[in-house]
């Protein structure tokens, strides 16, 4: 089965937020199992080895490219070809803090045991916020 996951990079992110990018990017794919995605991760992308997996999740018939596809429609994707430090490295995402907040929120008021307050967003809870979009 599949595995979808989330990983970041403190370098890239540093990079990133230089260069008007922001501080939240991420990388988004799809490997054969678990194995091979901790493998992707410390393999590294854009010329950066630090990698951590954030989160990871098993998915059915889901490959990187519809991934990709499909989280781009709510999240602005870096492209790879304007940005030659990235070395043609795919699947790097910059998240609007915000969608991520708002999308929270949502989830809290649909339960009606927890109050509204004002959501701090973590890391874990980025990831868990691309993998639903990219899977749905």
């Known amino acids: ?33 678990a194995a091979a995605a901790k493998a992707a991760a410390e393999a590294g992308w854009g010329g950066e080895t630090d990698w951590k997996l954030v989160h990871s999740q098993e998915v059915e018939g889901l490959d990187e490219e519809q ?3 499909r ?10 070809t304007y940005y030659p430090r990235l070395k043609g490295a795919a699947g790097i995402f910059r998240i609007a803090l915000t969608n991520v907040q708002n999308s929270l929120l949502v989830a809290k008021a649909m339960t009606a045991d927890e109050p ?20 749905a």
């Open 71 to 80: 989280l781009g429609r709510r999240e602005k994707t870096i492209d790879p």
């Open 116 to 135: 509204l307050v004002e959501v701090k967003v973590k890391p874990k809870d980025i990831a868990d916020y691309m993998i639903r979009n990219a899977v």
């Open 1 to 33: 089965m599949a595995v979808i996951y989330v990983a970041r990079s403190a370098a890239l992110t540093k990079w990133a937020s230089d260069v008007g990018q922001g501080k939240h990017t991420y990388k988004l794919g799809v490997a054969d199992d």
């Open 67 to 69: 991934a990709l596809a």
